[in-house]
T-cell receptor, first 114, second 112 residues
Framework: SQQGEEDPQALSIQEGENATMNCSYKTSINNLQWYRQNSGRGLVHLILIRSNEREKHSGRLRVTLDTSKKSSSLLITASRAADTASYFC??????????????FGKGTHLIIQP | DAGITQSPRHKVTETGTPVTLRCHQTENHRYMYWYRQDPGHGLRLIHYSYGVKDTDKGEVSDGYSVSRSKTEDFLLTLESATSSQTSVYFCAIKGSSYNEQFFGPGTRLTVL
C-alpha cells in the first residue's frame, strides 16, 4: 500500500511563481525524501529531511516536516520552465542502520507555464 | 550520475516467456533495489539486495525473482511474464547512511 500521498495530483502555475506540494504519510518514519522525475527519465533525488528536523533548504527548495500530522511540504520558489516534472515524496521507515527500500507516493505533476 | 545502467532499455515480449532485466553499477554500492512504476501507483518496491547473495522481498514481489552473484550486478527475472507485468522498471542504489537513493534510467517492458 502507498505510504505517501501527494497533493495536489497536478499543478499548473506561471513561471516565476512559487509552487507548493504536500505529502501525507501513515506510519512513523526515519526520514522523508523528495524526488523529481522528468518525462521518460529516472528519478532524481532532491532533498532529504530527517524525522527530528522541521525544515530544510536547498537552493530554491524548502521542505518542511510535521511528524505530529504525518505531513511534509515541498516549496519551489521562483519557478522555471525546467522545473516542469513530476515530484514524488518517499518515506524511509527503517531506522536500524539497514535500508529495506523506500515507499513512494503517487506524485504531483507540476507544469510551469512560460 | 551514480554509475547505474540498466539493460535492455526497452523490451517487448509475449505472455509466458521468461524475461531478465539487468542492473549494473560501477561504484561498489552494497544496497540495490528494483522498483516498478505504473500510472496511478507511483513506484513500488519489488525486491532489494543488501549484499552478494543477500536479497529480500518488497511490496510487489509475486511473479518476480532476483539474483546477485556479484556486487555490481542485480538481476530481475520474470519467470513467466504476464500482461500485468507491463511496466517501467527502475533499479536504484542506496547512497549515504540516510538511504537517499539514486536511480537508473529505467527499462520499459511490454508484455503482449
Amino acid at each position: 500500500s502507498q505510504q505517501g500521498e501527494e497533493d495536489p495530483q497536478a499543478l499548473s502555475i506561471q513561471e516565476g511563481e512559487n509552487a507548493t506540494m504536500n505529502c501525507s504519510y501513515k506510519t512513523s518514519i526515519n526520514n522523508l525524501q523528495w524526488y523529481r522525475q522528468n518525462s521518460g527519465r529516472g528519478l532524481v533525488h532532491l532533498i532529504l529531511i530527517r524525522s527530528n528536523e522541521r525544515e530544510k533548504h536547498s537552493g530554491r527548495l524548502r521542505v518542511t516536516l510535521d511528524t505530529s500530522k504525518k505531513s511534509s511540504s515541498l516549496l519551489i520558489t521562483a519557478s522555471r520552465a525546467a522545473d516542469t516534472a513530476s515530484y514524488f515524496c518517499a518515506t524511509d521507515a527503517y531506522s536500524g542502520g539497514g535500508a529495506d527500500g523506500l515507499t513512494f507516493g503517487k506524485g504531483t505533476h507540476l507544469i510551469i507555464q512560460p | 550520475d551514480a554509475g547505474i545502467t540498466q539493460s535492455p532499455r526497452h523490451k517487448v515480449t509475449e505472455t509466458g516467456t521468461p524475461v531478465t532485466l539487468r542492473c549494473h553499477q560501477t561504484e561498489n554500492h552494497r544496497y540495490m533495489y528494483w522498483y516498478r512504476q505504473d500510472p496511478g501507483h507511483g513506484l513500488r518496491l519489488i525486491h532489494y539486495s543488501y549484499g552478494v547473495k543477500d536479497t529480500d522481498k518488497g511490496e510487489v514481489s509475486d511473479g518476480y525473482s532476483v539474483s546477485r552473484s556479484k556486487t555490481e550486478d542485480f538481476l530481475l527475472t520474470l519467470e513467466s511474464a504476464t500482461s500485468s507485468q507491463t511496466s517501467v522498471y527502475f533499479c536504484a542504489i542506496k547512497g549515504s547512511s540516510y538511504n537517499e537513493q539514486f536511480f537508473g534510467p529505467g527499462t520499459r517492458l511490454t508484455v503482449l
